[in-house]
């Protein structure tokens, strides 16, 4: 299957250059439609399923019997989505029963400059921003997403939450054309925090997910974060850091190559793909996007939750001169923490969390701890920090004077 969506996807790519947004259109249509055809069944199936007695014996088993629920009478709320790394407002222990929790993103393809040397990319942006916006939830409320295809795109998108359950994630019952829109609603069952990313299709998966076609959704526990021994834990700010592995494909003269539209790069960026080394790694889209005067911010005494998401490529996030006080790693909310960690790993294809109360001013780093990411590729961010600094915690006994 993978063989015939390949050469569809190419011979398309390659004849682009006359009509692109029509060919663009044509392979991309073409490639989900293979890679579809079996998962549209599964979503059938699902659907079917949905009364049979061993689902609702697993819904049951979380406590949440979703046949006892009646969706028509929930309370909704619209929650507007903010651009990373804000976080959207939200309570952080849940107020009453479950509810419908109503979410809008439009995607948008845009050209946008990765780093300060004018490096560029096609962006395929969940409401116009890499990584796409956190969502925010607590467990047993619903999300009802209506998700737009841009009418000045050119590809076909979708979505996959990994916080969902069935047909691969919502991705089979999203797929929509420029100019499309579409509204899925799923049942947050499983707390935690959670990749969701585009999914059209065969190569269009990678492809779309390292042109930024990604962002994390956050299912709170009801009665909100605590350290797993009964003790509850609050934030006092929340970050959504979003880190992107790029692949841009260079030129005969090893400088990276620019692209008129979206899609051009795709033969290119596949081939540089295949390699797995990325060009850049960066935090919210692009280097130095959460760095200096874009740094992030906290008082001494504040508790703030990072939230950092990679859809496709392991990271470990670390936060020089702090700690991980409380850290959910493999994003499961309602597990115990790990606790006083000073590196924590994000496997690819997941978020995860981490809890930290700032005890000194100055300016901390938050890096992938792959040291060459995050000095060379990008994957750096800063956490400038206010208050008094505290001698008894750290102190320069004497400082660099001649021996
Ligand atoms: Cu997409």
């Known amino acids: 299957m993978s063989d015939v969506s390949n050469k569809t996807v190419?011979?398309?790519?390659?004849?682009?250059?006359?009509?692109?947004?029509?060919?663009?259109?044509?392979?991309?249509?073409?490639?989900?439609?293979?890679?579809?055809?079996?998962?549209?069944?599964?979503?059938?199936?699902?659907?079917?399923?949905?009364?049979?007695?061993?689902?609702?014996?697993?819904?049951?088993?979380?406590?949440?019997?979703?046949?006892?629920?009646?969706?028509?009478?929930?309370?909704?709320?619209?929650?507007?989505?903010?651009?990373?790394?804000?976080?959207p407002e939200h309570d952080q222990v849940a107020k009453g029963g479950p509810k419908i929790?109503?979410?809008?993103?439009?995607?948008?393809?845009k050209k946008v400059e990765i780093d300060d040397n004018g490096t560029t990319i096609w962006?395929?942006?969940?409401?116009?921003?890499?990584?796409?916006?956190?969502?925010?939830?607590?467990?047993?409320?619903?999300?009802?997403?209506?998700?737009k295809n841009d009418p000045s795109n050119m590809l076909e998108h979708n979505i996959d939450f990994h916080a969902s359950t069935g047909a691969l994630g919502g991705g089979a019952l999203t797929l929509i054309l420029p100019g499309e829109q579409v509204k899925l609603r799923f049942r947050a069952l499983k707390a935690g925090t959670f990749t969701y990313h585009c999914a059209p299709g065969?190569?269009?998966i990678p492809y779309h997910v390292v042109h930024g076609m990604n962002g994390a959704i956050m299912v709170l526990p009801r009665d909100g974060l605590t350290d797993g021994n009964g003790t509850a834990l609050h934030y006092d700010r929340a970050y959504f850091i979003g880190e992107q592995d790029y692949y841009i494909p260079k030129d005969a003269q090893g400088n990276f190559k620019d692209y008129p539209t979206a899609l051009d790069d795709f033969s290119d960026s596949l081939d540089t793909m295949r390699g797995?080394?990325?060009?850049?790694?960066?935090?919210?889209?692009?280097?130095?996007?959460?760095?200096?005067?874009?740094?992030?911010?906290?008082?001494?005494?504040?508790t703030v939750l990072f939230i950092h998401n990679q859809a496709n490529r392991d990271s470990r996030p670390h936060l020089i001169g702090g700690h991980g006080d409380y850290v959910w790693e493999a994003g499961n909310l309602a597990d115990k923490p790990m606790t006083g960690i000073e590196t924590w790993f994000?496997?690819?294809?997941?978020?995860?969390?981490?809890?930290?109360?700032?005890?000194?001013?100055?300016?901390?780093?938050?890096?992938?701890?792959?040291?060459?990411?995050?000095?060379?590729?990008?994957?750096?961010?800063?956490?400038?920090?206010?208050?008094?600094?505290?001698?008894?915690?750290?102190e320069q006994v004497q400082p660099p004077t001649k021996m």
């Open 202 to 204: 065969g190569e269009m």
């Open 10 to 87: 190419r011979a398309s790519a390659a004849d682009a250059l006359e009509n692109p947004k029509r060919r663009a259109l044509l392979a991309a249509t073409a490639t989900g439609s293979l890679a579809f055809a079996g998962a549209t069944m599964m979503a059938g199936t699902s659907q079917a399923a949905g009364t049979a007695t061993s689902t609702t014996d697993a819904v049951k088993l979380l406590g949440q019997a979703t046949a006892d629920v009646d969706i028509s009478t929930l309370p909704r709320i619209k929650q507007k989505l903010v651009p990373p790394p804000g976080v």
């Open 346 to 394: 994000i496997r690819g294809g997941s978020a995860g969390a981490a809890l930290y109360t700032f005890v000194q001013p100055g300016t901390y780093a938050y890096v992938t701890h792959n040291l060459i990411e995050a000095v060379l590729l990008g994957g750096l961010a800063h956490v400038k920090v206010e208050g008094q600094w505290d001698n008894k915690v750290m």
């Open 123 to 147: 962006a395929f942006a969940y409401e116009g921003s890499v990584p796409g916006p956190l969502i925010v939830c607590h467990q047993g409320d619903y999300i009802e997403l209506t998700l």
């Open 276 to 302: 797995l080394v990325p060009s850049h790694v960066v935090f919210n889209g692009r280097a130095g996007a959460l760095a200096g005067d874009n740094a992030m911010t906290a008082k001494v005494g504040e």
């Open 101 to 109: 929790v109503e979410v809008e993103m439009n995607i948008i393809e």
